[in-house]
């Protein structure tokens, strides 16, 4: 017996000194991480919560204000090593992980958080440290992530270049002269440089899935009541959403799992109560394309010569759906032309100075304005936001205004022009590129042919993957990156993840950008 004994000790100690020789050996690479590979290394001992937050860290410290310069972030967590030395005690204690058990997430700027500045991006906002997170923000807490960062954005996610009086222009990783989508731009050029495993974006007309077709990466804007809005800061209570945007379909289901859900500070969300799914990782399903009907909405692809890169990477993306089972059906429908949809049925400037009166109020002496007046008249926003500012300004109530009212209408009429199209062809999903167009370069303040708001005035629910990527230049030496969008009819978020995951199986399109190579380890 004493003899069988030591026979057990000595292996379990050649197993240690075996794992401890690998964890030495092979440190955790944290390049295009995700969820499910870093809580593996942590269940099996050879990652801790605090080395994982710091090699993020010395990322952003090489890369962001050094180097390329991205300029993503705007503040870091200055207590996150000591949070994840807190859930490394915590496993260590219980054995057991939460959903997002120190997972290393950025957020946008306009996600209010108690324990760090929450200012929009706006140099009049400077200071702004709100008594609460918002609910998303408490909801992704209860999760267990460790939030590492708020992301510079598009000031006041009024626009789609990602500049911001705070913060500055933002930089496209992929190539460095040219902008990163936005107005959710920060969270995209952060974990397109793997600064982060997972971040949000908020999403008015295009803001999650801009950043997302520009960075390669995967941005969800939900069904319109699906994930609260309260504590955030808002542009339009019609046209607002938040989402997660991620790496991967599998990283992003996981954060909608964590964001979804009722909550009485919004409720808009009361709509979702019997349309949330246990979890949406049962969707990860790589067969789901086949048999599967796609309409390729040929309204939303452009026929210039600067649309040409765009429609080269669809061609190949929609034969891809095709090659995996998908029948693809050609569909028109010239009501839904984007520049139409903005010129006539956009109700942001109506609404934004009732919603962002009601924030400033609402956040009392946390914040330094509390009118859009006060905005305004300390002259400190970015000189692109003037004339959408000063618009919003001159309604003493957008809300009665007779052309509000009529776009209101217009929009119950193309909610239904939408669900019938997919009806009369018996679809599943539509497919389109979310920009007909490359980014634009710096310096421009017009992101130029974006699809976004298609969902953005019906609420229904898409799903931007990578694509693909344009052909090289000097300035981007992989290409720069192409969404495809996938949308839906409302709470079809497992059929969206389907069929993005099925996509995404078939033909991965993730490349990290050569700007921001791995740190040579020390």
């Not at 949000?200 to 941005?219: E, F, H, M, Q």
């Not at 009907?293 to 692809?301: A, D, Y």
Request: with cysteine; charged share 20%.
């Amino acid at each position: 017996m004493q003899q069988k004994t030591m026979k057990v000790w000595t292996a379990l100690l050649a197993g240690l000194l075996s794992f401890s020789s690998y964890a030495a050996d092979k440190p955790f690479n944290i390049m295009e991480a995700s969820i499910g590979e870093i809580h593996h290394a942590m269940r099996a001992g050879s990652l801790t919560c605090h080395s994982l937050a710091q090699q993020y860290l010395d990322r952003i410290q090489a890369y962001d204000k050094q180097g390329p310069s991205l300029n993503a972030i705007l503040y870091l967590n200055p207590k996150a090593l000591e949070q994840a030395d807190a859930l490394d005690r915590q496993f260590r204690r219980s054995g057991k992980m939460a959903p997002l058990h120190c997972i290393p997430t950025v957020l946008k700027d306009n996600y209010n958080t108690a324990d760090m500045p929450t200012t929009a991006g706006s140099a009049s906002l400077a200071g702004a440290r709100p008594a609460q997170d918002a609910s998303a923000v408490g909801r992704l807490r209860e999760n267990g992530v460790l939030i590492l960062a708020k992301t510079n954005m598009q000031e006041f996610a009024l626009g789609g270049v990602s500049v911001s009086s705070l913060g500055g222009q933002i930089k496209n990783p992929y190539d460095l002269q040219l902008t990163p989508g936005g107005s959710s731009g920060g969270t995209g050029v952060a974990l397109a440089a793997n600064f982060a495993t997972v971040g949000t974006g908020t999403d008015t007309v295009n803001s999650i899935r801009s950043p997302a077709s520009a960075n390669n990466l995967v941005g969800i804007r939900p069904t319109h009541g699906l994930i609260s809005r309260a504590g955030i800061v808002p542009v339009s209570f019609t046209m607002d959403d938040a989402g997660p945007l991620t790496r991967s379909v599998t990283d992003a289901a996981h954060m909608l799992d964590a964001m979804a859900g009722y909550d009485p500070a919004d409720p808009l969300t009361a709509l979702s109560v019997g349309h949330i799914p246990k979890t949406y990782t049962a969707y990860l399903n790589k067969g789901a394309l086949r048999g599967a009907r796609i309409g390729v909405l040929q309204t939303l692809f452009g026929n210039k010569p600067e649309n040409q890169e765009v429609n080269r990477v669809m061609a190949n993306a929609i034969d891809i759906l095709k090659k995996q089972g998908a029948v693809i059906v050609q569909v028109t429908a010239p009501e839904m032309d984007t520049d139409k949809l903005n010129a006539n049925l956009d109700v942001q400037k109506y609404e934004y100075k009732g919603v962002i009166n009601a924030y400033l109020k609402a956040e009392g002496d946390t914040v330094p304005a509390h009118s859009l007046d006060d905005i305004i008249a300390s002259n400190k926003p970015h000189q692109s936001l003037q004339k959408f500012l000063l618009s919003a300004q001159s309604y003493e109530n957008g809300l009665s205004d007779p052309d509000y009212k009529d776009r209101m209408v217009k929009m119950d009429a193309l909610k239904i022009s939408l669900a019938n199209l997919m009806a009369e062809n018996h679809l599943d999903a539509l497919v389109y590129p979310h920009q007909k167009r490359l980014p634009v370069p710096i310096g421009e303040y017009n992101q130029a042919e974006r699809n976004g708001i298609l969902t953005a005035v019906t609420g229904f629910p898409s799903i931007a993957v990578p694509a693909g990527f344009s052909s090289p230049t000097v300035d981007a030496p992989i290409g720069v990156p192409v969404g495809m969008e996938i949308i839906g009819l409302p709470w079809s978020e497992p059929k969206l993840i389907r069929y993005a995951y099925s996509f995404e199986q078939a033909a991965p399109m993730r490349k990290v950008p050569e700007s921001t190579p791995p740190l040579t380890r020390r």
